[in-house]
């Protein structure tokens, strides 16, 4: 097993890549596969939030690309800035993890959160890709992020003492 510790802003190409919805790219101990089928155990610093596009370094040196895996996400429009800014801050005061776009909100797939946009105004639609929502004013603070799973095996890691 790869062990990761490190983000990587070197110039290196990655060998491999973890595919991961956004709810484990929050979590900083994990043991999960590599698209290649690398076991790899993550322990990076508590508050890391992994992105699409970030790279990984083991401890062996190798390079690990972060990919942002397709999760099942509502998307909610409208034309009017304010009501789409109202609909923003009800999302926010449920705590809920936003990705904000031009004239779009999305969010992790929820029913009862869709039934609030839809009262708000808002034209919803079910999408699939990957979700990266704002990382917030506290931007390594505590996140309550949506569900989803990626395709690769994933199982939350304690390092052993």
């Known amino acids: 097993m790869l062990l990761i510790e490190e983000l990587h802003d070197g110039q290196e190409a990655p060998s ?3 595919e991961l919805s956004f709810d484990y ?28 596009g970030q790279k990984l370094r083991a401890a062996d040196g190798t390079i690990i690309g972060v990919r942002a ?24 005061n449920r705590h809920v993890a936003v990705e904000i776009g031009e004239g779009r909100l999305r969010i992790v797939a929820d029913h009862v959160l869709g039934g609030m946009l839809m009262g708000l105004g808002l034209e919803l639609q079910a999408v ?11 931007a390594h603070g505590h996140q309550h992020p949506g569900e989803g799973a990626s395709g690769a095996r994933i199982h939350e890691y304690r390092k052993s003492a």
């Open 16 to 18: 491999d890549h973890l």
């Open 25 to 52: 790219r929050t979590r900083s101990r994990l043991r999960a596969s590599t698209l290649g089928g690398v076991e790899v155990g993550l322990f990076l610093p508590r508050g890391t939030i992994l992105r699409g």
């Open 69 to 92: 895996a397709a999760e099942s996400l509502t998307e909610a429009r409208c034309e009017d800035p304010l009501q789409l800014a109202r609909a923003a801050y009800h999302l926010g």
């Open 128 to 138: 699939d890709a990957p979700f990266e929502p704002e990382a917030g004013a506290y």
